[in-house]
């Protein structure tokens, strides 16, 4: 017997090292299992100055806003809400996203009972996963039209133009939902995959932000936000990985962009599937198997931004739950001739959950990728301009604004998951994301986790923290099947 299998056959939870490259949703999850689960050589590295990746809660205006993971999406099977459901932490949000105006680019408010209808029509044209979805083999865009247009001939007096302004909107709303740039590269019988935790999906975090989540899973002091509590000691910030050797059976070999060498036993990766994209070829030795590249190819990873405008008093009138901008056609060909034309892809604009004065805007797809090129005067300045554009009322000059760049920053490339066609065509998903590299022993050497890995929670931060602990069972269960063979 070689000596490196003399080594690790002496490994135990007190001595195996583990690393987990990434500290958001999954990472934490991850390591605060490993260490309620007996081990001790637990190291995350992240490649940002702070924890919580895709989960980034900042003081803002009035209290906090969420930069990324806003919600808590549903009740029934959601770990997060299981966990502090009794903490007096969650509330419905208010249904300003269901009872908004629609404005058209004329200024011309569509009546309730127009757009009443509209809204209604909209949500019968999305279909119904178990019923609707198992055998259609197109885009979800597709079936949405179809529907949506069989539904319209029900109410013959809505003016079609108008019609094909809202369902245009509703298109880039629910774009937003998946995370995809349209919905036609979204799969339709992928939506089988994903699982809904019934009850209410908007459940907003009050003035304490998701981070809050992520603290008590970590047992921080609520009071000390510098508190990493039971990741005391095990956290390295700023460590940003260029290469994970996972070569031959014996130790891995991470190496820190600036050319620090950290070894383990275990390596657990949680980068998000932009990060994967862009540098997989180049951040595993070897390449990783083809199974694997098909996944990260084949699954996307779309680009959702935001936009927080803190006002000196509430911006909107006291009867408008928030806004979407329905575009003239003739309106819209004058916008994307010019320099403004990213302002296309930003259909929304709604109040905050306990923030009066905060105005929050939406946008996807390239036209998001190309607003976060822009300085941060550009694209108040485009906003500014909308709001002229499409409102009866003036809107003033905010204090400040936020706009997110989760494309443009290396450590993320995007916003979250979705399945699109192209996944359907490769006959990948994210169960070859989540295979762990093994040894020929069944030792987990190289794992995944991350949103992109749960096969039917994808995009959401229960969904993370699902895989995080998937992946600490594993370990778990390996060490304790071979303390039962010795």
């Known amino acids: ?23 958001g949703s999954a990472g934490i999850a991850a390591a605060t299992r490993l260490l309620d689960l007996g081990f001790r050589n637990v190291l995350l590295l992240e490649a940002e100055d702070r924890i ?7 003081p803002f205006a009035d209290n906090v806003i969420d930069l990324g993971a806003q919600w808590c999406h549903g009740e029934q099977g959601n770990v997060v809400y299981d966990r502090v459901k009794d903490l007096n932490l969650l509330e419905v949000t208010a249904d300003h996203y269901e009872t908004n105006k629609l404005v058209r680019s004329n200024k011309e408010v569509i009546t309730e009972d127009i757009a009443v209808q509209l809204k209604g029509i909209a949500d019968n044209s999305i279909p119904d996963r178990q019923t609707e979805l198992p055998d259609f083999e197109g885009s979800l865009g597709d079936y949405i039209n179809k529907k949506y247009w069989i539904e319209l001939k029900k109410l013959p007096a809505i003016d079609h133009t108008i019609a094909k302004e809202f369902l245009e909107v509703f298109h880039k709303f629910e774009a937003s939902v998946e995370a995809a740039d349209h919905l036609f590269e979204v799969s339709g019988k992928g939506h089988l995959e994903y699982w809904l935790c019934e009850g209410e999906l908007l459940l907003n975090w009050k ?45 891995l070999t991470l190496r820190c962009w600036n050319g620090e060498v950290i070894t383990a036993d275990h390596v657990i990766c949680t980068v998000s599937l932009g990060v994967l994209k862009e540098q997989h070829e180049k951040l595993f030795v070897p390449a990783l198997p083809a199974a ?17 405008l803190e006002f000196e008093n509430p911006p909107l009138p006291g009867d408008w739950p928030g806004f979407n901008c329905l575009w003239l056609e003739k309106d ?34 390239p036209h998001a990728r190309h607003m976060e090129t822009l300085t941060e005067e550009k694209v108040l300045e485009g906003l500014m301009w909308l709001f002229r554009k499409f409102l009866p009322f003036a809107i003033p000059q905010p204090l400040r604004m936020l706009r997110t760049q989760w494309h443009a920053n290396p450590n993320f ?18 169960w070859d994301l989540e295979a762990p590299l093994q ?13 992109a890995s749960h096969k039917h ?4 931060v229960h969904g993370a923290v699902e895989t995080g602990w998937r992946e600490a069972e594993r370990l778990h269960l390996y060490y304790r099947s071979r303390t039962a063979q010795l």
């Open 1 to 23: 017997m070689s000596s490196a299998s003399v080594r690790l056959l002496s490994k135990t939870k007190q001595t195996a090292r583990i690393v987990i490259v990434g500290a």
């Open 52 to 58: 919580g990746g895709r989960v980034h809660t900042i």
């Open 207 to 251: 003035d304490k932000g998701y981070k809050r989540f992520l603290r008590l899973l970590m047992k921080a002091k609520e009071d000390q936000p510098e508190d990493l509590g039971v990741l005391k000691g095990h956290v390295l910030l700023n460590k940003r990985i260029s290469e994970i050797n996972w070569q031959g059976a014996d130790e």
């Open 292 to 308: 694997k590249v098909r996944a990260i190819e084949g699954l996307k990873l779309g680009t959702v931004d935001k936009f927080f």
């Open 332 to 365: 819209l060909e004058e916008l994307r001739a010019s320099e403004l034309f990213w302002l296309e892809s930003a259909f929304g604009f709604y109040p905050v959950s306990w923030q009066p004065r905060v105005l929050q805007g939406w946008i996807i797809g």
């Open 413 to 430: 490339r995007g916003s979250y998951t979705f399945r699109s066609t192209y996944t359907d065509a490769l006959r990948t998903g994210a």
């Open 439 to 451: 040894d020929v022993g069944g030792r987990p050497r190289l794992q995944f986790a991350g949103e």
């Open 457 to 460: 929670y994808y995009s959401t």
